[in-house]
């Protein structure tokens, strides 16, 4: 159980454009995700908290225009890169929270979207 | 306050041996201790977590200790093996499910 997906698992597009990540809760409801940002050899870092039926949370520094995220559904949520330009280029992660199981601390991480941008 | 700082950086352990990474925390109201080992282009996955009310957790070879009063963490995996290889992060987070603050990051390998 508690099973997170990611689609796509690699994306590379040109510089301007916008690409659309998707991460799912496979077998369990979601009422919260995470967004979280990885250079080569680096730690993850938050990039905002996504809450089903409100507005995303974004940690300092991050742009809510460029990186628009809607929570839809308690099994979806997508991260939108808008405009994206060749520092865009980064592994993102997502993470779904599973109040039912493991307690309210419990976060399943999905595979990841490498993306790079052109 | 808010950062959790892990050491070392990269270890090499001989297949069979005690791989140790450390972790150090500042923010007291952190009560969820997790580790996650990571490869390459994939997510992290959790391994063991700790919660502040115990000194030592095991599963299996991964056994957790946790200082509270020096506010430190550790992660010990017994047996090393070389599929053990991999990076490998702690995190804290506060009550309530907030957000996870993740450690620098360990890279493991461990030699035949």
Redesign the interface.
Same mark, same amino acid.
């Given at each position: 159980g508690a099973v997170?997906s990611?689609h796509p698992s690699r994306v590379i597009c040109k510089s301007g454009t916008s690409v659309k990540i998707e991460c799912r809760s496979l077998d369990f409801q979601a009422t919260?995700m *995470?967004w979280y940002r990885q250079f080569p !050899? !680096?730690? #993850?870092m #938050?990039m905002a908290?996504s809450n089903e039926g409100s507005k995303a949370t974004y940690e300092q520094g991050v742009e809510k225009d460029k990186f628009l995220i809607n929570h839809a559904s308690l099994t979806l949520s997508t991260l939108t890169v808008t405009s994206a330009h060749p520092e865009d280029s980064s %592994?993102y992660?997502c993470?779904a929270?599973d109040?039912t199981a493991g307690g /309210?601390?419990?976060?399943? *991480? @999905? /595979? $990841?979207t490498?993306l790079t941008v052109l | 306050q808010q950062q959790v700082k892990q050491s070392p950086q990269s270890l090499i352990v001989q297949k069979g041996g005690i791989s140790i990474i450390n972790c150090a925390y500042e923010n007291t109201a952190f009560d969820?201790f /997790?580790w996650?080992q990571q490869f390459p @282009? !994939?997510? /992290? =996955?959790?391994l063991i =977590?700790i919660r502040p009310d115990v000194s030592e957790k095991k599963e299996g070879r991964f056994t957790i200790s946790f200082n509270k009063s020096a506010k430190q963490f550790s992660l010990h995996i017994m047996d090393s093996q070389p599929g053990d290889s991999a990076t490998y %992060?702690c995190a804290a987070?506060t @009550? $309530? @499910?907030n !957000?996870?603050t %993740? $450690?620098? $990051?360990t890279?493991l390998k461990v030699e035949l």
């Amino acid at each position: 159980g508690a099973v997170v997906s990611q689609h796509p698992s690699r994306v590379i597009c040109k510089s301007g454009t916008s690409v659309k990540i998707e991460c799912r809760s496979l077998d369990f409801q979601a009422t919260t995700m *995470f967004w979280y940002r990885q250079f080569p !050899k !680096k730690s #993850l870092m #938050l990039m905002a908290t996504s809450n089903e039926g409100s507005k995303a949370t974004y940690e300092q520094g991050v742009e809510k225009d460029k990186f628009l995220i809607n929570h839809a559904s308690l099994t979806l949520s997508t991260l939108t890169v808008t405009s994206a330009h060749p520092e865009d280029s980064s %592994f993102y992660i997502c993470s779904a929270r599973d109040v039912t199981a493991g307690g /309210p601390h419990e976060q399943f *991480f @999905g /595979p $990841g979207t490498r993306l790079t941008v052109l | 306050q808010q950062q959790v700082k892990q050491s070392p950086q990269s270890l090499i352990v001989q297949k069979g041996g005690i791989s140790i990474i450390n972790c150090a925390y500042e923010n007291t109201a952190f009560d969820y201790f /997790p580790w996650y080992q990571q490869f390459p @282009g !994939k997510g /992290p =996955a959790l391994l063991i =977590a700790i919660r502040p009310d115990v000194s030592e957790k095991k599963e299996g070879r991964f056994t957790i200790s946790f200082n509270k009063s020096a506010k430190q963490f550790s992660l010990h995996i017994m047996d090393s093996q070389p599929g053990d290889s991999a990076t490998y %992060f702690c995190a804290a987070s506060t @009550g $309530g @499910g907030n !957000k996870l603050t %993740f $450690g620098t $990051g360990t890279q493991l390998k461990v030699e035949l």
